[in-house]
């Protein structure tokens, strides 16, 4: 599974604003915001880039674990590794 992590720079908390996402097999995205506690599922049109991520995110362009056939114990291992990765990502 492809991930990515990093640092927006926008100032949410003393921390920034951490974010990890990852590609699945059906090419939807994971994107957790570690420190606004949100996860969200991005649709699979959308590149696992920072550029992308965060252009869908800020629009609102999200999906449905249900709908994209992800059962919700997956996803939320998923969800929960990403926040580990997303936590570890350095404060600005």
């Known amino acids: 599974m492809q991930t990515i992590t990093f640092n ?5 908390t003393e921390c920034g604003q951490r974010i ?3 590609k ?3 090419g939807c995205i994971v ?3 570690y420190d606004r506690h949100l996860d969200l599922l991005l649709p699979s049109h959308v590149a696992l880039s ?3 991520v965060m ?4 629009r609102d362009i999200t999906t449905y ?3 994209e056939g992800i059962p919700y114990d997956k996803y939320y291992e998923i969800v929960n590794q990403l926040r580990a990765a997303a936590g570890a990502v ?3």
């Open 8 to 12: 927006t720079g926008r100032t949410y």
């Open 20 to 22: 990890a996402a990852a």
């Open 24 to 26: 699945l097999e059906n």
């Open 31 to 33: 994107m957790v915001d």
């Open 50 to 52: 920072k550029h992308e």
């Open 55 to 58: 252009s869908a995110y800020d």
């Open 65 to 67: 674990a249900s709908k």
């Open 90 to 92: 350095p404060c600005v």
